[in-house]
């Protein structure tokens, strides 16, 4: 267990309905990241926070997704209108910098199915 | 110029060989080179991690090359057991503005069979 939270582990859904996925960090790591991963593939960056700053976004992250950090704390990543391209690992990081360099924590991640 | 290419895509070794998984990079910025081990339905877990300023890192049974000049690096796992087999990822980052943002190779399958 690597102190990263993620909620749900399984989610199936119909197609064109809406998901939310949280990510819990661990408590002192400023900055968190989402990643998507596809089957046999490896993650994918879709954004980062710093604190409660969403500093950048992939190009990944079509209209139809919304991440938020309300307060630096918790994060939540949202799809809207889902569809079956969306089906993935949604994988939640979060790093600290240390005299050695830096390790991202991953979380054991959301599968979304959607049918 | 973001991508990392990992080889092979699976790979098959006997318990107490040597499994060695390879990738290349193409962007000179990236600073920081990690491998991760993820096993079925976990998310990604840090294995070992290595800066370009060393061109090789040991940690137990796992070194990492490093090879900056031909923008490669790999992994050997010495002494391979069968509780290794899961699938390995390398990644590279450089930081922007405090993050480091990983860009992942595409995988290898490992199988230790006993």
């Known amino acids: 267990d690597t102190g990263v939270s993620q909620d749900p582990r399984h989610k199936i859904t119909k197609r064109g309905q809406n998901v939310t996925f949280r990510c819990d960090p661990i408590?002192?790591?400023?900055?968190l990241y989402w990643y998507r991963q596809t089957l046999g593939q490896g993650p994918e960056f879709l954004t980062y926070?710093?604190?409660?700053?969403?500093?950048?976004k992939s190009r990944l992250l079509s209209d139809r997704f919304s991440a938020e950090r309300p307060k630096g704390s918790f994060s939540t990543l949202e799809i809207q209108r889902t569809e079956q391209g969306d089906s993935a690992m949604y994988l939640c990081?979060?790093?600290?910098?240390?005299?050695?360099?830096?390790?991202?924590?991953f979380g054991q991640g959301t599968r979304l199915t959607v049918v | 110029q973001q991508q990392v290419k990992q080889s092979p895509q699976s790979l098959i070794v006997q318990k107490g060989g040597i499994s060695i998984i390879n990738c290349a990079y193409e962007?000179?910025?990236?600073?920081?080179f990690p491998w991760y081990q993820q096993f079925p339905g976990k998310g990604p877990a840090l294995l070992i991690a290595?800066?370009?300023?060393?061109s090789e890192k040991k940690e137990g049974r796992f070194t990492i090359s490093f090879n900056k000049s031909a923008k490669q690096f790999s992994l050997h796992i010495m002494d391979s057991q069968p509780g290794d087999s899961a699938t390995y990822f390398c990644?590279?980052?450089?930081?922007?503005?405090?993050?480091?943002?990983?860009?992942f190779g595409q995988g290898t399958r490992l199988t230790i069979n006993p």
């Open positions: 408590s002192e790591h400023n900055r």
């Open positions: 926070f710093q604190n409660e700053a969403q500093l950048e």
């Open positions: 990644a590279a980052s450089m930081r922007v503005q405090g993050a480091q943002k990983l860009v």
């Open positions: 290595i800066r370009p300023d060393v």
């Open positions: 990081a979060t790093d600290e910098t240390g005299t050695g360099g830096t390790e991202a924590f």
């Open positions: 962007n000179t910025a990236f600073d920081y």
